[in-house]
């Protein structure tokens, strides 16, 4: 289970809006489960200043979270994660009472199933270390004489805690990936696609921004399954997949829809920022001695899902016949780009072990 959450070079594809609004939640809550320890009957030994401040700001940056949620780069998520382990640390080493941190030790528990869920599993794993890594130190600091006193019994039942929740995020997320993820290429299946490109239109609308989509065809495809057979078509695939997401950015997505087609959601893209993302597509298949069409289609006023696919896959099959990217829009010049210097007019397939052979163009 552990094994195939890594094998994910990016997390589950949740909208910027999901991984914002819960982001929000956490800051806004633990602030106010901070506050309400200042107003309940607490420990004397509680440090009410310091509570106060880590308390308030926290509602603050909470409020400011959720209100930029759909404008929040993705890119910023991380860096709040962890100035959110800062303020759960200090307000463990700062509370001044063993009960107070027992309690502000259960905070952890929100990185932790923030991590697993929304940050890709390299970042997750730094993030949960990070984590780890200030609880211990908080405990030895708890552990000296001036610092306080505290038990063995307060970090086991926080640790076997956490422990057996992030055991439960990993199940849970195996179950989903199962459900919206292609387990050969690991790109979102059709029913993953479909909810994904949903929230990218309604982020779009809500946001008045742009979006392109694309559909990508691996050429000859069936010959490569005819000739060397389908465990290697398989394995082109999936080193397909594997390139494309290198050259995608953190905020898009790549889907599979049929046996070699996929679809890639660029989402704040205009035809010209998204112009070079699909030929770095095309390229990266050239890198593995194959070649792709690829249509594709910008966001439309009153365009539905369904639509927007329906263009971009007009404009694939406008660019098998060219050898070439071509677009589809109103408004957009009906024009495919020029084809890349030197591409070759035959598919060259390399298979490990299989000898090098060269399939013939059909044009």
Known sequence: ???????????????????????ALFYVMGGITILLVLIF???????????????????????????????????ALPWLLAAGTVIITLSILLGGSGPATLAFSFFYL??????????????????????????GAAL??????????????????????IAVTGGVILWLSRARDRSEIDPLTLAANRRGLDRILDAALQEAEAAREVLVVGIIDVDHFKEVNDVLGHA?????????????RAALRATDTLGRIGGDEFVVVLPGCSRGDAAPILERLRLAALNLETTCSVGGALLEPED????L????????????SQAATAWSGRGLPRVPDPAPAGRARGLWVSVPGAPRMALPDRT
């Open 1 to 23: 289970m552990v094994q195939a959450w890594f094998r994910r070079s990016r997390p589950f594809p949740y909208s910027r809006e999901v991984a914002g609004a819960a982001m």
């Open 140 to 161: 030895i600091w708890l552990a000296q004489p001036e610092g306080g006193t505290i038990t063995a019994f307060e970090p086991t039942v926080v640790v076997i805690v």
């Open 304 to 307: 539905s899902a369904s639509l």
């Open 309 to 320: 696919l329906g263009r971009a896959d007009t404009a694939l099959y406008r660019a098998k």
């Open 41 to 75: 009957p607490h420990p004397s030994a509680l440090n009410e200043g310091v509570l106060l401040v880590l308390g308030a700001p926290s509602i603050l940056i909470g409020g400011g979270v959720y209100l930029l949620r759909r404008r929040l780069p993705v890119a």
């Open 110 to 135: 929100w990185v932790v199933i923030y991590a697993l869920l929304f940050l890709a599993p390299m970042v997750a794993t730094l993030h949960i270390g990070l984590a780890a890594a200030a609880y």
């Open 232 to 244: 290697a078509g398989d394995q082109l695939l999936e080193e397909l997949a594997r390139g494309w």
